[in-house]
């Protein structure tokens, strides 16, 4: 890049998209060689820092305060944010519109797949799509199903949760991201009835800030608690970082966990990156960095009453107990799922 030619009429901006570890870096490093500069300007929808070079040029190095969702672009996310500020009016862009804004484009479904539909052995039958949760208690024992469509009896034939209707199966083959996780019971409830509830996105809280939202899905974190019921005391939350947010992980359990469901990020200088589960000291104060526009999966509760044994399907605080549901299984004893009754997944050799 050539110098500019100085004007005495105007300042000449040259703008370039910097990488936001770089950005946090560039206003130290630029005093360091003697340029004095604005420091990090917080413009809404990016970090500014503005300094002049030899010849008395305006420079401006800029860094998005985020990155898009999959398949999308700055200039989408952007577009999204302005028409939810126009919406509330606000004077400028916020960090909760862009999150907002991020949040509304990735939950808009690829074309033909829209959600993931439930079934099971209590009766319950609807459908899942991004940002909702599902939460089923298994109790003395549940069956049920997880289809791409809510058509009745469907077997898949081995095109998966996600396909394209009316496709052949030979290139029907579509990617579905969602995470779903297992938690224990407490000994008290291993027998009691199985329980099935859904929640929407809107019950949900969510807490945005300084470039993070969070979704809590269960239990209670930074001044909020999520409606979902569970007998046990545990967390369950999702946070969506933009790159430089900090997240901080207070010891508010004893057992806490990050998984890193996209991105990368630091934690005390040592980089993690997507798909890295990380299991937490008792009592440490955690903070997380991001480096990249990052997903994380945040896990938490009070030890629980004791070990749990785990195979295929089946958990339990008793080894008895899982060779009964065997072999109930084996003789097809559990209960049906309505609408979903055809297809039987044999045990495992």
Same mark, same amino acid.
């Given at each position: 890049?050539?110098? =500019?030619?100085?004007?005495? !009429?105007?300042?000449?901006?040259?703008?370039?998209?910097? /990488?936001?570890?770089?950005?946090?870096?560039?206003?130290?490093?630029?005093?360091?060689?003697?340029?004095?500069? @604005?420091?990090?300007? /917080?413009?809404?929808?990016?970090?500014? &820092?503005?300094?002049?070079? =030899?010849?008395?040029?305006?420079? *401006?190095?800029?860094?998005?305060?985020?990155?898009?969702?999959?398949?999308?672009?700055?200039?989408?996310?952007?577009?999204?944010?302005?028409?939810?500020?126009?919406?509330?009016?606000?004077?400028?862009?916020?960090? !909760?519109?862009?999150?907002? $804004?991020?949040?509304?484009?990735?939950?808009?479904?690829?074309?033909?797949?829209?959600?993931?539909?439930?079934?099971?052995?209590?009766?319950?039958?609807?459908?899942?799509?991004? #940002?909702?949760?599902?939460?089923?208690?298994?109790?003395?024992?549940?069956?049920?199903?997880?289809?791409?469509?809510? *058509?009745?009896?469907?077997?898949?034939?081995?095109?998966?949760?996600?396909?394209?209707?009316?496709?052949?199966?030979? +290139?029907? +083959? %579509?990617?579905?991201?969602?995470?779903?996780?297992?938690?224990?019971?407490?000994?008290?409830?291993?027998?009691?009835?199985?329980?099935?509830?859904?929640?929407? +996105? +809107?019950?949900?809280?969510? &807490?945005?800030?300084?470039?993070?939202?969070?979704?809590?899905?269960?239990? @209670?974190?930074? #001044?909020? %608690?999520?409606?979902?019921?569970?007998?046990?005391?545990?967390?369950? $939350?999702?946070?969506?970082?933009?790159?430089?947010?900090?997240?901080?992980?207070?010891?508010?359990? !004893?057992?806490?966990?990050?998984?890193?469901? @996209?991105? *990368?990020?630091?934690?005390?200088?040592?980089?993690?990156?997507?798909?890295?589960?990380?299991?937490? %000291?008792?009592? !440490?104060?955690?903070?997380?960095?991001?480096?990249?526009?990052?997903?994380?999966?945040?896990? #938490?509760?009070?030890?629980?009453?004791?070990?749990?044994? &785990?195979?295929?399907?089946?958990?339990?605080?008793?080894?008895?107990? &899982?060779?009964?549901?065997?072999?109930?299984?084996?003789?097809?004893?559990?209960?049906?799922?309505? #609408? /979903? *009754?055809?297809?039987?997944?044999?045990?495992?050799?």
């Amino acid at each position: 890049m050539g110098v =500019p030619r100085q004007q005495s !009429d105007c300042d000449l901006f040259l703008c370039t998209s910097t /990488d936001g570890r770089y950005d946090r870096a560039a206003a130290a490093r630029l005093k360091e060689r003697g340029f004095a500069n @604005s420091g990090e300007v /917080d413009r809404g929808f990016m970090y500014s &820092i503005y300094f002049r070079e =030899p010849l008395g040029q305006l420079l *401006e190095l800029a860094c998005y305060k985020f990155e898009p969702p999959a398949g999308k672009t700055h200039a989408d996310v952007l577009r999204e944010a302005h028409n939810i500020r126009v919406t509330r009016g606000a004077y400028n862009i916020a960090d !909760d519109h862009l999150a907002d $804004a991020i949040e509304l484009l990735a939950r808009k479904p690829a074309p033909d797949v829209a959600e993931v539909f439930h079934r099971d052995s209590l009766g319950s039958a609807l459908a899942i799509r991004p #940002g909702e949760v599902n939460l089923m208690q298994a109790g003395r024992g549940i069956v049920h199903s997880e289809r791409e469509t809510s *058509e009745t009896n469907l077997v898949t034939g081995g095109q998966g949760l996600a396909h394209v209707k009316g496709a052949p199966a030979q +290139t029907a +083959t %579509r990617r579905l991201f969602g995470i779903q996780a297992w938690a224990a019971l407490p000994k008290s409830h291993e027998e009691r009835p199985p329980v099935f509830a859904h929640h929407g +996105t +809107t019950e949900l809280p969510r &807490i945005s800030a300084e470039g993070k939202t969070l979704r809590l899905v269960l239990g @209670s974190a930074y #001044g909020a %608690r999520s409606p979902v019921e569970y007998p046990h005391e545990a967390l369950f $939350a999702e946070a969506v970082l933009a790159p430089g947010a900090v997240l901080p992980l207070d010891p508010d359990h !004893d057992e806490r966990a990050i998984y890193v469901a @996209s991105g *990368e990020i630091d934690i005390a200088g040592t980089p993690f990156g997507e798909g890295r589960l990380l299991i937490f %000291r008792p009592g !440490d104060r955690i903070s997380v960095l991001a480096l990249s526009q990052a997903r994380l999966v945040l896990l #938490g509760g009070d030890p629980m009453d004791g070990p749990r044994h &785990i195979w295929w399907n089946f958990v339990s605080s008793s080894k008895e107990r &899982i060779e009964q549901g065997k072999a109930d299984w084996r003789a097809q004893r559990f209960a049906l799922v309505p #609408g /979903d *009754e055809r297809e039987f997944i044999p045990l495992p050799d």
